[in-house]
């Protein structure tokens, strides 16, 4: 049985349980959304030409590969695709073929900064326009998790798991080593939230999936950043290499490698993404090296929309904060913006949430956002920052991060109305 906790007054859902039963639940939470992901995924498949058979023999081979690695995925998608009315093999090949969106120029810029009391991990996510879907989810045998996607992909583009671990990715450099199939980026973190439990954990696992060439990321390659309380890391990886570095001072990234061997391993990139990931690079790492870095200094520095390739552009879909203090006996929080965070507000969900507001699962809230942006309605920060300090004082209390989520949800809403 699996167990959504609803709220009638807050409409708050989390999901755990068993595997096919938390899909379908989510898949009803998502509905249409998810539906559409996958028929858009579907009729770019065919406008492209790509070759049905060429696209079941991948999902062969994801399903091999998944029901030895995590095999609790495939008893997902089986109640995802029941829930969303999809064919499982249509559900399961979209979760297999993750190359088919358009290069952009812009990309995902990530970063982490140390401190003596705490770290702050963060990620301005660009990626294809579509709802985003915050969730908690643990499945019965795994560790639980906060992550957030687009609607319809079952792995998460960053999270923050029970144990403390955090972990953000961003596309790496363009590269040669290409896979025919295997798991995502999106897929490996959710493999590292749900089996990791530190940084130690989540290394050895990145290096088990690359050695045993099941690791996919189409024409890129793939940037870690990982963090727990204690220790904090950088990865850069492709298909049948990667490299580390130990984090310990403060570290931005954007989309090439600079790992001396992985740079190595770049195959051409165009001149405009070159500019786009070292001029992103550069604004980054000159703002988290300002004096009073702070968790509201972070949620400033992820609306900089500054230059020709910003840190939050037109692609900006989602943001994500997240606090590892240094003391044990302080939780963990995450501070999560659906859709650019100039057009929307941060939500704060503390670790020992087993449940976030529906209106951030179903993609509503990033809905409202994408309409003030597409109408250039800008949101009045002031008051939610100054709130945001008092909840991070009183260690996320539940019933605070609840009322602050509606606040934002009625405040978001008024303004596209009545907009």
């Given amino acids: 049985m699996c167990h959504v906790y609803w709220d009638i007054m807050k409409e708050s859902v989390g999901l755990a349980g068993k595997a096919e039963d938390v899909g379908f639940e ?19 498949c065919r406008e492209r030409g790509y070759d049905p058979d060429i696209l079941a023999r991948k999902r062969l081979r994801f ?10 995925w495939i008893e997902e998608y089986r109640g995802f695709a029941r829930a969303i009315d999809v064919d499982e093999e249509r559900f399961s090949t979209y979760q297999a073929v993750r190359d088919v969106s358009p290069g ?3 990309g995902c810029t990530s970063y982490i900064v140390r401190s003596s009391d705490s770290m702050l991990i963060h990620k301005n996510r660009d990626f294809t326009v579509g709802p985003q879907s915050l969730f908690v989810k643990q499945i ?25 671990l955090c972990c953000v990715s961003n596309t790496g450099s363009p590269t040669n080593d290409l896979a025919p ?17 530190d940084c130690d954990e989540a290394l050895d696992m990145i290096r088990s999936v690359v050695s045993d060439g099941i690791f996919t990321s189409a024409s890129f390659g793939v940037i870690f950043l990982i963090a727990d309380r204690e220790s904090a890391m950088v990865v850069e990886a492709t298909r049948s290499s990667m490299e580390f570095a130990q984090i310990s001072e403060n570290a931005a990234r954007a989309n090439l490698f600079l790992l001396q061997g992985m740079k190595e391993q770049e195959g051409e990139i165009s001149e405009k993404r070159e500019q786009s990931s070292v001029q992103r690079l550069a604004r980054c790492s000159q703002r988290i090296a300002e004096n009073g870095m702070s968790l509201r200094r972070a949620q400033e520095i992820s609306r900089d ?3 020709e390739f910003p840190l939050c552009g037109e692609r900006t879909v ?6 590892l203090p240094a003391d044990p006996g302080i939780p963990p929080a995450v501070w999560y913006c659906a859709g650019s965070p100039r057009y929307s507000c941060y939500i704060p969900v ?23 942006q597409e109408r250039n309605i800008r949101i009045d920060h002031a008051e939610w920052d100054a709130r945001m300090l008092e909840i991070s004082k009183q260690e996320y209390s539940e019933e605070l991060c609840s009322a602050y989520a509606d606040d934002v949800y009625t405040y978001m809403k008024a303004e596209a109305d009545v907009s």
């Fill in 181 to 197: 199939a295997g798991i995502t980026e999106h897929l490996v973190m959710r493999l590292l939230a749900e089996t990791c439990s």
């Fill in 63 to 72: 399903e091999e590969i998944v029901s030895g690695l995590a095999p609790w």
């Fill in 305 to 307: 929309a500054k230059g």
């Fill in 26 to 44: 989510y898949g009803c939470i998502l509905g249409e959304r998810a539906r559409s992901a996958v028929r858009t995924f579907e009729k770019t």
């Fill in 318 to 323: 989602s943001a994500m904060n997240v606090l």
């Fill in 104 to 106: 952009f120029l812009t």
């Fill in 350 to 372: 503390s670790s020992r949430s087993h449940s976030v507001p529906r209106f951030c699962a179903d993609g509503s809230l990033w809905e409202i956002s994408r309409s003030l």
């Fill in 140 to 164: 019965e045998g795994t560790y639980g998790y906060i992550g957030s996607v687009e609607a319809g992909n079952t792995g998460t583009a960053y999270f923050l798991n029970e144990k403390g």
